[in-house]
């Protein structure tokens, strides 16, 4: 890029996206959004949104199921609190929403394992088909990154998620899938190991998700709202109580580490 | 399970018939309003949030002209723009905020590409081999929610030659705050232009100041998002009140449309 090239694009957007045309029509990935895309579902129209592909109904219940199964509206979970405090400090449930949903792009568990969790899998099938050992990968892996994204657990070992997502991706017979299989051969890897950790709701959905054929970045961006159908009631309830009444923390909670008590002295 | 909040950071003495309600709040030990209140400059209270240590006369200094620096990207800047998107349609004044946060976490004259070049200042220091290194090897091909770098961090990808402002702010930061990123970025600013085959951007020289300030990456870049705040703040609500007929909306065309028409 240069100036040349930024030039070209000034004031003017050429996309294959879509646009809307006020007072006439709406396009949508090159398809009319009123017409041709009248009837798509909800979920249906987001995802089509990222792939550009579309799914079938079966895909589509599971892509919904795995938002809903981690829907949980506990305002102690950290991303639903910040809904919930929003609630509590009388701001807006947009703002408070919206954050919690930043929020969820964490490190230890949200976007930020999804992501890996998927790219994972991905890397693992192809090197196993090239013909490497799956258990080496998996203890190569877990020497490079410390950990491997969708096993192990933050808070139990147990994942109460895990049965009903996969009784429901059986009933709909994509329950089979080569990642969802490679999937369960490395927690039984894990398990028998050292390691002892079981897979996780990201493990799981990484795999539905790969068996489907999303990429790292599709799948990312269809998890956005996978926490949120918790967060609104998190958000109602603190805003209805009286305010400022959830989790009201003393002074004396303010647990301080720091340097003594001192006396300032301006730099001169 | 933890009810309390650990810090290094704060400390509150409750008064004596509430204890929902601070008597005195320390700052890493300093009583903040009952005496650093009116006495300390805002850039120390600022830094004294992230370190035990108070800043020297010359740090303050430059962290002040840092502030400075940063405190408005411009309305062409791609935060400052999403912060008016926000003005303009009367979006609440947070969400104006979060809109220029957002855009201005990024790698491209964002708060990673700070915290990108902070990184590269811990392993590089001012050897210019090891800036060779990092400028030509390839970008790492981790999956992780940041896309794919498409410059080396801290260079313009769209530069001809070193904007004028960022070479004023290196002479500036040097002139203030003697310390060694700052100086050595500025002997060498040609030779890692050079490598990098772009000149210099404002975002580099922000990382060395920041670095010199003694500030990690994480702490460099959550600086960045914030300091550059009062423009996005200033911009937006001027495009509010001018409205939204007076606020650019650009033409479109669609690519492989059946119809074919421009909005």
Known sequence: MNPQTLLEHVGHLKTQMGACFVGSRAVFRGHDLHADLKDMEWVELYVFGITGRRFSPEQLRLMQAIWAHTSYPDARIWNNRVAALAGTARSTGNLGIAAALAVSEATIYGRGIDIRAIEFFIRAKKQVEDGGNLAELVAT???????????GRPIAAADERIKPTMALAEKLGLADGAYVRLAFSIEEILIGGRWRQRMNYGGLSAALAADLGLTPQEYYLYLFPAFLAGMPPCYIEAEQR???SLFPLTCAHILYEGPAKRRWHPAG | MTMGIHTRIWQEEPEADNPFAARAAYCRGYDVYGELLGQIRWVEMLALLFRDEALSKAEADLLEALAVALANPGPRDAAVHAAMCGGVGGSTSAASLIAAL???????????????????????GTNLDAWRQWLTAPAPDEVSIWPAPQHPPGFDPHGVSTATPVKQALACFVSLNSSARLAWLEQQRAELEAISGLPLALSAVAAAALADLG???EQGEMLHLLLRLPGAAAHALEQRQLGHKKFPFFTIELQHDKIGDQA
Do not use: D, H
């Open chain 2, 215 to 217: 500030f990690t990456p």
């Open chain 2, 102 to 124: 957002a855009v201005g976490a990024g790698q491209n004259a964002g708060g990673r590409e700070v915290f990108l070049v902070m990184q590269a200042w811990e392993v590089c």
């Open chain 1, 141 to 151: 892996e877990l020497k490079q990154k410390r950990s491997i994204a969708g096993y």
């Open chain 1, 242 to 244: 009286e305010e400022g």
